[in-house]
């Protein structure tokens, strides 16, 4: 399956992007699309290329062939600075906050380049992130791991971008913490924003995704609606699992 949306609502483009670390590539020829207001998930078993290929999409690592398109614009191997600026956002699984900074502060380093309304875009995003608000003075560091996780993504959202990467957010939460985290990415599509997210959790992951890619050995094996993903006996019996 191979999905063919309206070219005006994508807002990032992959075509056949090969990258890696330096020695033999860890992803190879690797093609997707992420649409506006839309959840797209990159599911696959460990050591498939998923964290890699949101670092080459995001200008942390190299590409070495194929392209990356932001918004219809060239954004391959552009550096990291340079494709927020083109209103593309990646949050990684570790390091995302400043743990000795308080929420407030964190968010304020996230609109760094702003020309203006800090002070509004963070009422904003309290309003979207509530857990956010009573703990506004509190250093991230003291917040619970699924705190930590939404402030990251708030973070990201301060300068407005039209795509945000997602790397395993909900990695070391509880199942609780899960679902309310995944209800907050939900709350983050509906406001217009394509959100791409790499998750360990398969059957949680196209349970809440639009569109599903399934990644094997740094290749792209399988990609459709989620749900759809979800009742493809390959995909339940070689990726995901059958419930007992």
Not at 32 to 57: C, D, F, M, Q
Not at 205 to 214: C, E, I, P, Q
Request: glycine fraction near 10%; charged fraction near 25%; hydrophobic fraction near 40%.
């Amino acid at each position: 399956m191979s999905e063919v949306p309206d070219r005006q609502s994508v807002v990032l483009r992959v075509e056949g992007v090969t990258a890696g670390y330096g020695g033999a590539p860890i992803i190879e020829n690797v093609s997707l699309i992420v649409r506006r207001g839309k959840i797209t998930a990159i599911v696959g078993p460990n050591g498939a290329g998923k964290s890699t290929l949101l670092k080459a999409i995001a200008g942390v690592i190299r590409v070495s062939s194929g392209h990356v398109y932001v918004l219809d614009r060239e954004g391959t191997n552009l550096a990291p600075e340079k494709l927020v600026r083109m209103k593309l956002a990646y949050v990684p699984q570790v390091a995302n906050t400043f743990p000795d900074l308080t929420v407030r502060e964190n968010l304020e380093m996230g609109g760094y380049t702003r020309r203006g309304g800090v002070s509004e875009r963070i009422d904003e995003l309290c309003e979207l992130f509530g857990d956010l608000r009573s703990s506004i003075r509190r250093k991230a560091g003291a917040l619970s791991g699924g705190q930590r996780s939404m402030l990251a993504m708030a973070r990201a959202l301060m300068l407005d971008p039209e795509v945000m990467l997602l790397d395993e957010p909900s990695a070391g939460l509880s199942p609780i913490l899960q679902r309310l985290l995944w209800e907050q990415i939900e709350t983050v599509a509906a406001t217009g924003v394509g959100v791409c997210v790499v998750e360990q959790n398969t059957r949680r992951s196209l349970r809440h995704a639009d569109w599903g890619y399934v990644m094997v050995l740094g290749k792209n094996r399988l990609d459709g609606p989620a749900a759809q993903l979800l009742d493809d006996d390959e995909v339940i019996d070689l990726y995901v699992g059958r419930m007992s």
